[in-house]
C-alpha cells in the first residue's frame, strides 16, 4: 500500500514538483488538524463512534415546493414549513435497516474473534483435546478475523482525527460490516433450522422493503411533509 500510495503521486510531481512530496504530506497532516470538529465548521459533522448507528447522515439538498407542478428552486432558501407542500430531499445516508443489521453482525464478529483469542490464551498448545479447542470452527473464525481486522483498520484510525468528519467517512468499514452481514444470512438460508432460514429471508425482505421506503431520500424524489417526517426517524437525521 505505501509503495501503491507513493507511485499514484508520480504524474502530480511531475507537472507540479514543487512542493515535493514529503512537503506536501505534511502540509496534507497540517490542515487536517488544523479543521476544527464543531457545528460551527459544519453543521452535519460527526464523530467516529456515531457512525455504526448513522445517528447524523448528511443533507446534501433540501426544497420545498407548492405543488408537483411547481419547478424545483435550485437557489434560493426554502419556503415556511406551513405554505411547504412538497419536499424534495437528498442525504448521504445508508439503508437504515441494512446499516444496523451490519452493525450487530460485525459487532458479533468482534465478539467471536475476541472470545476465541481468550479461549486459545487460557489453553497451552499441549491440550489439543480440550474441547473448547475442538469446538471451533476455525474456517468460520478465520472468515470472522478478517472481517475483524478489515473493519478495525478502516475504523479506528479515525479515532485520532479531530477535524470535522462525516458519515461517510465510515464507507470503508461498512463495507466489511455488510460482509460481515452477508456471510451470516448466507449461513441461516444453508441452515437446516427451519427457524434460521426463516430469519435470513426477513431479514433480506426488511433490507429490500426499507431501500425502497428510503429511496425518495436517496434520489431526490418529491414527498409531502408527512411522508418526509416518516422518514426522519432520529431527530439528528433532519
Keep these: 500500500p505505501v509503495a501503491i500510495y507513493s507511485i499514484s503521486w508520480i504524474p502530480h510531481l511531475m507537472l507540479n514538483p514543487t512542493p515535493n512530496f514529503w512537503e506536501m504530506q505534511r502540509e496534507i497532516l497540517f ?13 452535519y459533522c460527526s464523530r467516529w463512534y456515531t457512525w455504526l448507528l448513522m445517528l447524523r447522515p448528511v443533507a446534501y439538498f433540501y426544497k420545498t415546493t407548492i405543488s408537483l407542478d411547481e419547478s424545483v428552486p435550485v437557489v434560493g432558501p426554502p419556503l415556511p414549513e406551513a405554505s411547504a407542500k412538497v419536499i424534495y430531499d437528498v442525504h448521504a445516508m445508508g439503508n437504515p435497516i441494512l446499516w444496523w443489521f451490519s452493525a450487530v453482525a460485525i459487532l458479533y464478529a468482534v465478539w467471536v474473534v475476541a472470545k476465541s483469542a481468550i479461549a486459545f490464551a487460557t489453553v497451552n498448545s499441549a491440550t489439543s483435546q480440550n474441547p473448547r479447542i475442538q469446538n471451533f470452527e476455525l474456517q468460520s473464525l478465520g472468515i470472522y478475523l478478517f472481517f475483524t481486522l478489515n473493519w478495525l483498520a478502516n475504523l479506528l484510525p479515525w479515532m485520532r482525527v479531530t ?23 448466507d449461513r441461516w438460508l444453508r441452515s437446516y433450522h427451519r427457524n434460521l432460514r426463516l430469519l435470513g429471508v426477513t431479514a433480506i425482505f426488511l433490507i429490500l422493503l426499507a431501500f425502497v ?11 409531502s411533509p408527512e411522508s418526509y417526517r416518516w422518514r426522519m426517524w432520529l431527530p439528528s437525521w433532519v
Design 213 to 223: 421506503f428510503w429511496m425518495p431520500l436517496y434520489l431526490g424524489l418529491p414527498l
Design 31 to 43: 490542515y487536517h488538524q488544523r479543521i476544527g470538529s464543531s457545528a460551527d465548521v459544519h453543521p
Design 163 to 185: 477535524r470535522c468528519t462525516f458519515l461517510y467517512h465510515y464507507m470503508g468499514a461498512s463495507v466489511f460490516a455488510v460482509l460481515a452481514l452477508a456471510w451470516i444470512v
